[in-house]
């Protein structure tokens, strides 16, 4: 049987608690989901995150969205930190679920020209998954010729990693059921041309990657290569995974 080769990307407000200023893992949510990969044999995973509570408040607190100048040096490692210590406790729960993982590190490996990804060598993402070991990556602080440092998000490297291997299928799980439209009612389907009369809300006000807006942004951009994507909430995971119905938005070319 040929296995299925997906990327899910785990929203930072499914897997941290943005609701107070601290990094907080959302651990229940993260052993759901690890239980959830480790029961279908059929599919080869690709996992990105985001960073939630754990990245965004020190990524705004040293203003790295902006760049780097001589005050804001140490909030790369302090981003990095925070973020890292998120990606520890994902790789954690997949692997306490039996599901073999490594975290890979944006800040080590990719480089970025004014907050675009230039860089990035995804041979040993490829490897890893050719011999069974799921790679978790994470947006994370990236160094930048143009701007010496940036914030690139989880859904940026989505896209560098669809235009660089070959994918089946990506899906978003984040906290909300998609994209709404005025009426409260999820738009099942976008695309550049509708999308450009949608108003979209931003999520919380500590997202340094544009909340929703970037994330949609991110996705059509993705759609103009040619790559749909799925946006649903992640009380329906199991449903993207298994090729389902999810209830939520398709972003397609
Ligand atoms: O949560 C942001 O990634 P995102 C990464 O996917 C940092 O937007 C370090 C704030």
Redesign the pocket.
């Known amino acids: 049987m040929n296995k299925e080769r997906i990327i899910l990307k785990l929203?930072?407000s499914v897997i941290t608690d943005k609701s107070s200023g601290d990094c907080r893992v959302n651990r229940p949510v993260l052993e759901r989901i690890a239980g959830e990969l480790s029961s279908r044999e059929g599919i080869v995973p690709l996992i990105v995150?985001?960073?939630?509570s754990c990245?965004?408040p020190?990524?705004k607190e040293h203003h790295l969205d902006k760049g780097l100048d001589h005050t804001n040096k140490a909030g790369v490692f302090i981003?990095h930190r925070?973020?890292c210590n998120l990606n520890y406790e994902v790789v954690n729960a997949l692997r306490a679920s039996g599901v073999e993982a490594v975290g890979i590190h944006p800040l080590d490996a990719c480089t970025a020209k004014n907050g675009r990804l230039i860089s990035f060598d995804c041979k040993p993402v490829e490897l890893l998954v050719q011999n069974g070991i799921i790679p978790v990556l994470?947006?994370?602080?990236v160094m930048d010729v143009g701007q010496g440092a940036c914030?690139?998000?989880?859904?940026q490297l989505i896209s560098f990693l669809a235009g660089n291997m070959a994918v089946d299928r990506i899906g978003l799980a984040t906290d909300v059921a998609g994209v709404f439209d005025p009426d409260g009612n999820v738009i099942r389907h976008i695309n550049k041309r509708s999308a450009g009369s949608l108003e979209i809300r931003g999520s919380g006000s500590t997202?340094?990657?544009g909340g929703m807006r970037?994330k949609i942004n991110e996705l059509l951009l993705l759609a103009e290569t040619g790559v749909e994507s799925e946006l649903f909430h992640v009380s329906r995971v199991s449903d993207f995974l298994d090729g389902r119905d999810n209830g939520g938005t398709l972003v397609s070319p």
């Open positions: 929203g930072g995150h985001g960073a939630g990245g965004h020190e990524a981003t925070a973020v994470h947006g994370d602080v914030i690139v998000s989880g859904d997202d340094v990657t970037g």
